[in-house]
């Protein structure tokens, strides 16, 4: 069986040598909560056994107001669990606790369904930039939950690139305010904690990835005057980054317990 607490004792030695979050790096007025994201990918799901496991889960912390995850599918063989650290970094130790006391509660046909439901799971931690987001003015997060598609992207870029990264996407910001584009909300994360690179997560909104293209291609045309400008962004991002996942996440409501919607 796959090790649940030596996850558990790297996500404390994690909280305990982590630098503090900055004051940009605080969560966006518009998600007072949230600063901070548990970000769980399993890759080679049994996609009846994990649904099984995680409905079970869901009925299991039923009555805990505390305990919140949301449950995001890529395809029949990886999902992710997303789960918000209202305190940051610092919130990991309390809810490793959590689902540790939860699963030495379980029976040996819930152990082996634990263990039988995925191949690999692999554990990272972001911390929020809201400078760097783009939210409409008068954005929630009841509108965020609303919303059941992401467009993830994560930019591995070297350290000492990441100022010219975030001067672009500071940038591009400005310019969509500048025409208060309403159709777009994007929050970006930053991880990499003890890596050679910085990794910035950027999640975009939206209810499909049909109206995703769609409304992509409506800011292209309402920011034409600035496509040159926009061009030579995008360009100077590409520069600084050494390599881009991309990934098309569709959330799974009776598998989670709705907390963040991100």
């Known amino acids: 069986m796959r090790s649940f607490f030596s996850v558990a004792l790297i996500f404390t030695i994690l909280c305990i040598s982590a630098p503090a979050i ?3 790096e605080q969560a966006e007025p518009a998600f007072p909560s949230i600063s901070g994201l548990m970000y769980e990918t399993f890759k080679g799901i049994d996609r009846p056994l994990f649904n099984e496991y ?3 889960l869901v009925e299991k912390f039923e009555g805990n107001p505390d305990a919140r995850w ?4 890529e395809n029949m063989s990886v999902a992710y669990r997303i789960t918000g650290l209202p305190e940051g970094l610092h919130s990991v130790a309390a809810i490793t606790e959590r689902r540790q006391t939860g699963f030495q509660e379980f029976t040996e046909e819930e152990r082996a369904l634990w263990d039988k439901a995925w191949q690999t799971r692999q554990v990272q ?6 400078a760097l987001s783009y939210v409409p003015e008068g954005f929630t997060m009841e509108d965020m939950r609303q919303l059941p598609w992401r467009r993830v992207e994560i930019h591995h870029v070297e350290w000492d690139q990441a100022p010219a990264w975030r001067a672009a996407v500071a940038r591009m910001n400005e310019i969509n305010r500048e025409y208060g584009i309403d159709n777009m909300v994007v929050t970006v994360w930053s991880g990499g904690l003890g890596t050679t690179a910085m990794s910035f997560m950027v999640r975009s909104a939206d209810e499909s990835q049909e109206a995703y293209r769609a409304n992509r291609m409506e800011r292209n045309g309402i920011r034409e005057a600035h496509r040159e400008e926009i061009r030579d962004l995008f360009m100077q991002m590409n520069a600084a980054t050494r390599h881009i996942e991309r990934h098309d996440q569709t959330v799974a409501p009776n598998l989670s317990r709705r907390g963040t919607a991100r």
């Open 125 to 130: 931690l972001y911390s929020a930039i809201p």
């Open 70 to 73: 949301s449950i995001w599918n």
């Open 54 to 56: 995680f409905a079970l």
């Open 22 to 24: 900055t004051q940009e």
